[in-house]
């Protein structure tokens, strides 16, 4: 049953209803005093009845402050908390004025009749919201990290980072699939986590997109997977972007069990990062597509001078060794004239072949021209360069392209430059004297290496 509202109040309508309850008891006491045995002229009496007028006002109203006493103080406490979270909503924080501490907005649950009911569902909504506030400030960083990032082991590797410092997570990994094969990208708190890769369970996730979660006994080491702590639980979350798997985030934590929150960033992670790892991948393809020559694989001069220019920059800072060595194929014209220009494009794919055959890793080849090639030795003196260059040229006179039953023989002139023997200022002054050596290398004979100190001699 439903008491009509009388006034835009509860507690004037509560008043109020008491104050007719006081009334009705005062009008009807003397009757029953009556009825128990009392004598009429002494009960149904005008003073009488004032008298328990007076009395029923004063019971109802005591009992309307009584009542407000009790029940007041925690309405007006729920309220203020209520409106404590609203202001913390509209300014993005629900953090106390008074610090950031969860309990200090929580309500003591003191009774569990609708005021207690009211206060625990009170907590639980708080819970919510201060948990969906964290999620959103992690997830803001976490997009920050996204956007600011093309570098896919930077961005794996700053997702980790997020990842670890914002749950119970102690140690993670993020593994992609390439060409058929697993990579490890980024790792954190893992130990030898290359064994990832074997690991079947990793497999499966990856192939078949499928979650996987791990309840590790206490004490006990994962089977191929070893942390620098005793995990209790370990979580595989597949990687995808458009239905097509690229990997797996995996996470392990040492608590007794992860909470909620983790599990809940744990998979916004692993959603979201499908679509920012496909990003890198393709912003590297598309790097790797604009520095490369289409015909021998090797940088295009575009991005080889680029290179060059850093790397110039490096060894004059560190006071290191570069030296350059520029590469022509002799009589290249003739080649092209007589056999064409599909028979020219083999001879400078061969050519290309033995010069990187010949070269010590980290040392690189840029297509300079059409058959002209730069050759940048890092650390390298004039002498290194030549007994290189001289295996170079050895290797590329020994060899025959065939066409048909043709056999063509090819030869090649170069010539070195080299810093800081030749004490230049900028990478272009090098190049030049590079290319000063080349020009008498092919005036004299070609198929031969010069240095451009031996022209200065």
Known sequence: MRIPRLTKSIFL???????????????????????????????????????????????????????SMVIRPHLKLLSLKMAGISKGLKKKTLDDDTGNDFKLRQIEIISNDEIGVSAQAYNKMLTSLIQANEIEAVYTKFSKVMSENLDVEVLADETLELLIQSTNIDAGAIVVSKKGALKLIAAKGILDADLLLEHDVVLKSTLKGISERIQVPKNIKIDGVLTHFYPSEVFIEPIEFKGVNLGVLIAATGANIADEHTERLL???????????????????????????????????????????????????????????????????????????????????????????????????????????????????????VTACERIRHKVQDSILTEGEQQIRLSVSIGIAAYPEQPVSKEMELIDMADQALYHAKNTGRNKVICFGELAD
């Open 13 to 67: 309508d509560q008043f109020l209803f008491m104050q007719g309850v006081g009334v009705l008891i005062g009008l009807s006491f003397p009757y029953f005093l009556v009825w128990y045995g009392f004598d009429e002229n002494m009960v149904l009496h005008w003073d009488f009845f004032l008298a328990t007028q007076i009395a029923g006002q004063a019971v109802g109203l005591l009992s309307f402050f009584l009542i």
């Open 267 to 385: 998979e916004l992670f692993s959603r979201s990062i499908g679509l920012a790892i496909n990003n890198a991948m393709t912003h590297s393809k598309f790097q790797r597509l604009a520095a490369i020559d289409g015909l021998t694989e090797i940088y295009n001069r575009r991005f080889g001078m680029d290179r060059l220019k850093e790397d110039f920059s490096r060894a004059i800072r560190d006071s290191s060794s570069l030296t350059l060595a520029m590469v022509d194929i002799d009589h290249f014209k003739s080649v092209n004239d007589t056999y064409g220009h599909l028979v020219g494009d083999k001879a400078i794919i061969l050519t290309t072949s033995i010069i990187k055959s010949s070269l010590r890793e980290g040392d690189i080849v840029v297509r300079y021209g059409g058959e002209e090639f730069l050759i940048i030795l890092h650390g390298a003196s004039s002498q290194d360069a």
